[in-house]
């Protein structure tokens, strides 16, 4: 597990110049995001966004609180089977609360990939495209039951 | 004078418990008036007078930071056309919306659910949904169970995870409810409609084990003359709401407390007898309040044991409701609403509670400046309103973390109320 996770980060290096172009248009043949649809590096920045502008309510490690939702575990549960087209427009409409539409599309889907690497999906080789219809042609997953820490 | 007389009975009740029957042979005689009797106070209403060392007794509550121990800040869902009672067909299913109450939520929830059932049975479904599980969904999903309906309930959290419980729970039905020109003419006639039904339906709840809706008495103190406060539209302020926009000023906002006046009580001017407070000026009302958990404990008891089902999950797209078993689905979705059904005719308007360990000796409510206590049995409620902002405070902000320094201020403001009421225990 630790191997792949490594792998992909350094594959991953290259985030910028790929973003945006790495995915195609969606093809009709739904992705599932168990096959790797982000990179580590995605993630990474995704994570230094979450910190920034998410963390202040959805806890240091996206563990929720009573009022709030956490973005793992039960946010499978309301985001599972969805398309990321979904969740990122979500994100891109609602969030953060106190000021939604504020995040760039490409901050968006980097804070996917974030979420993707919390709940347990595992990065791949390509970065995760801001392109919309690309987006729409991937599934959220279950999370492999094995992957559940 | 009835409304008087049951305040004024109910701080006599608990003086005399402590103090024994000589409290109630004190009533008579005096008539030594210390200075600082409001204007126009009427004298006690049953007759005889209380000497000054004889007032009614309140026990001080403990206003210290160690008692703190929740914060809770919310969004209230204000529509400047007041709440979408509207419908619209989602594919061959039925949405009838009940959401956008304001802070008026708990406090029209029996009404509203009445208003959006009965559409819903206008259709002759044999079961129906309700997305939401708030004070409005769940109350929407019984009063649809009561007309024989089976239910089930989609909601991402259970009542005690929403909004509603992080609300202040007192009966406050034309709080944020609206604004008075888009809300149209004809929205106080369906709000009267609705709080009148409302009422009722707290009415049925009171006694009940648990106390889920009580009355307590609710006091405003102050060092100055206290004025009933009528808002009057800003000549330096131009223009109003806009759609799409934020109301500008207090005096837009929707009042129709009046239209129920008759059955809710009004605040008193409490004489210097009467006033239990180390504070010149006073006035009490017996305010009804919800208690959240017993409340909540109640509505679900009957949820389940009329056969109601729960399923925990989220929407993100209108469209999700056509695909529910259920053809007629009640959306009572709140705040949510907003980015769900795109409605950005939700305006937020911020509001923050801080909790102290209850305190059920001490069973009153007191305001003094922006500072306002109210005990109740899951704790005493505090908030920092600022008076000058009146119905404007939070209005566009949906920064929905607490900011716990205006409720520790709270708590200065209140130590010389406390003091004094301790000086004169």
Known sequence: ???????????GLGLAAAQGSAAGPATGAATGTGAGVYTEAQAAEGAAIFAERCAMCHGKQAEGTWEVPALKGRFMANWGHGTLAALSDYLARAMPQFAPGTLS????????????????HRAGAKPLSADHAALAGITLDAVPAGAVK | MGVERQGYEGALG????????????ALGGLSACAGGRVASAPGPVNGPMVSAGNRPHLVPMRVSPDQLIDMKCCIRPLRAAGPNLGTQMVGDTLVVHNYGHGGSGWSLSWGSAEVAVGKALSVLPSEIAVVGCGIIGLTSAVVAQRAGLKVTIYARDIIQRTRTFRASGSFTPDSRVCLSEP????????WEQMARLSWKGFRSMLGLPGEPVVFADSYNVSDVPIVKHVEHPDPAIKGAWQPGGLPLQNSEFGKYGDRIKDIVPQSQPLSAEENPFAMPYATRVSQMHFNFPSYAHLLLTEFFQRGGLFVERDFNDPSQYGQLREKVVINATGYAARDLWRDNTVIPVRGQTGWLVPQREANYSVRFKNAMLMSKADGVVLMNNPVELGEMFGVGD???LPDKGPLLEVLKIMEPVMAGLARRA
């Open chain 2, 398 to 400: 949906s920064m929905e």
């Open chain 1, 105 to 120: 599309q490409e901050d968006n889907v980097r804070l996917v990939a974030f979420l993707l690497k919390t709940n347990g």
């Open chain 1, 1 to 11: 597990m630790r191997a792949w996770v490594l792998g992909a980060a350094a594959l």
């Open chain 2, 183 to 190: 809300a149209g003419p004809g929205f106080g006639d369906l």
């Open chain 2, 14 to 25: 608990r003086r005399h418990v402590l103090r024994g029957g000589a409290a109630m042979a």
